[in-house]
């Protein structure tokens, strides 16, 4: 008869390959395992890059939600990646926070501007209408004829504008401002009005430096105006970006990979529990067949001793452990 | 922020007129008229002739020059040309519409104050977000 060594069983159990013991184990665990030998956890998802944006985002289908809800990054659900996800988060929580704040100090901004800006249209509109009385007045004096020598007589502007840009809660506003340019040629136009009706082409003149004063600072405003609602715009179309589709994407990733996480913690304590059942039944089964193997040894012995056969041996100590009452032995 | 018009920093520029003779005359006698070299002039004068494409060919040259900071046009010239100039969005050069004399100043039909307007009944853009 073969008998085994007992060393076949207990010899390398240290040594066993952990990976080999699944394949044995149908439970609701291994189909998962199957798809995702341990080892190989890298190998399915996509390899991400130092430094790149993580570009794909898996949609989650199988509860139905809103496009926008129950979107997440693919990403390898390891330790490293969570705490990634945590500080992004962070950040993305810090910016959406400053963003709100230079939104609501652009609001502020905005309607001072917006208030400016109709009073001075209507600043404007009595201005305009002051002026062109006094070149009314000036036609009237000096003749019709004005308009010709108005108009041959310009040469290069005299005055003009110069723009610059000023920082208001982070936006560059231009500003203009006018400015009297004194190497051009005011000649010619000071002879205007020489005949007749020089006072009143002065009024008119001055008249006209004030409207266009009061129109220059109206185009600074006017661009402003248009600078900082576009300015607006992009500070809220981020915002509600974070707010509604950032924010919520960092948080699934981050609760996937703590689900993922967990449920790896979870198979490493199964397999741990089914290997020490593994092991435990190993060593009774070992301990089962030493008995036995003790227990045929005795009785070739006897046998031997006896000189019986080996069954009559084994029934000999068998009857002798049971300890019948008829047999006075 | 980057992909906004950068607003150039200029320190001369000019201010661009498109409006009926007298109030032209009124303010090239201020001294704001201008011609170069090429004998362009950064005024132009509408009367009853005028096309409206000359209008317009006139506005987009006072608005693509580089050199023109502020553009005045009369309100009821923008009025003609109302859909050019509602659809210019740059900051630069800006566009001002003033009042002429035989046609008082509607605020109403400002294309920048229309903007406003829509801000203040729809409770405006900036609050949006609410």
Do not use: W
């Not at chain 1, 979107?71 to 490293?80: A, D, G, H, S, Y």
């Not at chain 1, 809660?169 to 500003?175: D, M, S």
């Not at chain 2, 320190?11 to 011609?35: K, R, Y």
């Amino acid at each position: 008869m073969h008998f085994p060594p007992p060393s076949r069983f207990l010899g390398q159990t240290g040594k066993e390959r952990v990976e080999g013991a699944f394949f044995f184990f149908p439970s609701a665990t291994s189909s998962f395992l199957l798809r995702f030998p341990v080892g190989d956890l890298n190998r399915r998802i996509p390899k991400k890059k130092e430094g790149s944006q993580i570009a794909v985002v898996q949609i989650d289908y199988l509860e139905g939600r809103m496009s926008g809800q129950g979107q997440r990054l693919t990403v390898v659900p390891t330790v490293t990646m969570l705490g990634v996800m945590k500080a992004r988060l962070v950040g993305a929580t810090r910016g959406h926070a400053l963003l709100k704040k230079k939104s609501d100090a652009l609001t502020v901004q905005f309607r001072a501007i917006l208030k400016k800006i109709v009073t001075t249209k209507e600043s404007m509109g009595e201005i305009m209408r002051a002026s062109s009385f006094a070149l009314t007045e000036a036609k009237y004096v000096a003749g019709e004829n004005i308009k010709h020598v108005v108009l041959e007589s310009v040469k290069s502007a005299s005055l003009r504008v110069r723009s610059r840009q000023e920082n208001v809660a982070g936006v560059k506003l231009p500003r203009f401002e006018h400015f009297s340019d004194p190497g051009a040629g005011d000649t010619k136009a000071d002879l205007t009005g020489l005949a007749r009706g020089g006072q009143q082409i002065q009024a008119c003149r001055a008249a006209h430096i004030k409207a266009i004063e009061v129109l220059v600072e109206l185009a600074s405003l006017q661009t402003s105006f248009l600078t900082l609602d576009e300015a607006i715009k992009t500070t809220n179309r981020r915002v509600n970006a974070l707010e509604n589709v950032i924010k919520p994407r960092l948080e699934n990733t981050i609760n996937y990979i703590r689900g993922e996480l967990d449920e790896l913690e979870r198979e490493d304590f199964f397999r741990l529990k089914k290997i020490q059942g593994y092991k435990k039944r190993e060593i009774e089964r070992q301990l089962q067949a030493a008995k036995q193997f003790a227990e045929e040894q005795f009785a070739e012995k006897v046998s031997l001793k006896k000189g019986i056969s080996i069954n009559s041996a084994h029934n000999l100590l068998v009857a002798g452990a049971e300890k019948d009452e008829d047999i006075i032995f | 922020m980057a992909g906004r018009a950068q607003i150039p920093t200029k320190n001369s520029a000019l201010i661009a007129m498109i409006a009926d003779e007298d109030t032209v005359v009124g303010f090239l006698l201020s001294g704001v008229g201008d011609v170069d070299l090429r004998r362009k002039r950064n005024y132009f004068i509408v009367d009853s002739k005028t096309t409206v494409k000359a209008i317009e060919d006139a506005f987009k040259d006072f608005t693509t020059r580089e050199d023109i900071a502020i553009v005045l046009i009369s309100q009821y010239i923008a009025n003609m040309i109302r859909f050019q100039v509602d659809s210019y969005n740059n900051p630069v050069p800006a566009i001002l519409e003033i009042p002429s004399k035989d046609h008082p100043y509607d605020p109403t039909q400002d294309s920048v104050l229309s903007r406003v307007r829509y801000l203040f009944s729809a409770e405006s853009i900036a609050s949006s977000r609410y």
